[in-house]
């Protein structure tokens, strides 16, 4: 069965920082590239951030570029976002989602997961 499960959401000032994980089981993780895409309250699901099997080429979007990065630990099955300098627009539902390529075009991704919270607000 495969699982994407993440964690680290909640809510934050802005201006600081949370680290999200997402563990993966029930599928070979180490042939995925992993990503992150995120959905604000009333819009569109949105790219955030990608990372290839061997964990050697970060893609962004501009907004995130300088303040996010993605990592992994392919001995953990684990994808991380490290989000500094949050701000208002960050709020959204983060979601972890694998694919065979490190892709912006979101049905690239086969599984996704269930979404973890985070909230930018004072």
């Known amino acids: 069965q495969v699982q994407l499960v993440e964690s680290g959401g909640g809510l934050v000032q802005p201006g600081g920082s949370l680290r999200l994980s997402c563990a993966a089981s029930?599928?070979?993780?180490?042939?995925?590239?992993m990503a992150w895409v995120r959905q604000a309250q009333g819009k569109g699901l949105e790219w955030v951030s990608s990372?290839?099997?061997?964990?050697?080429?970060?893609s962004y979007i501009d907004s995130a570029k300088g303040r996010f990065t993605i990592s992994r630990d392919n001995y953990k099955n684990t994808v991380y976002l490290h989000m500094n300098s949050l701000n208002s627009e960050d709020t959204a539902v983060y979601y972890c989602?694998?694919?065979?390529?490190?892709?912006?075009?979101?049905?690239?991704?086969?599984?996704w997961g269930q979404g973890t919270q985070v909230t930018v607000s004072s």
């Open positions: 989602a694998a694919g065979f390529q490190s892709s912006r075009y979101l049905g690239d991704y086969r599984y």
């Open positions: 029930g599928f070979a993780f180490t042939d995925y590239s």
């Open positions: 990372i290839t099997s061997n964990g050697e080429t970060p």
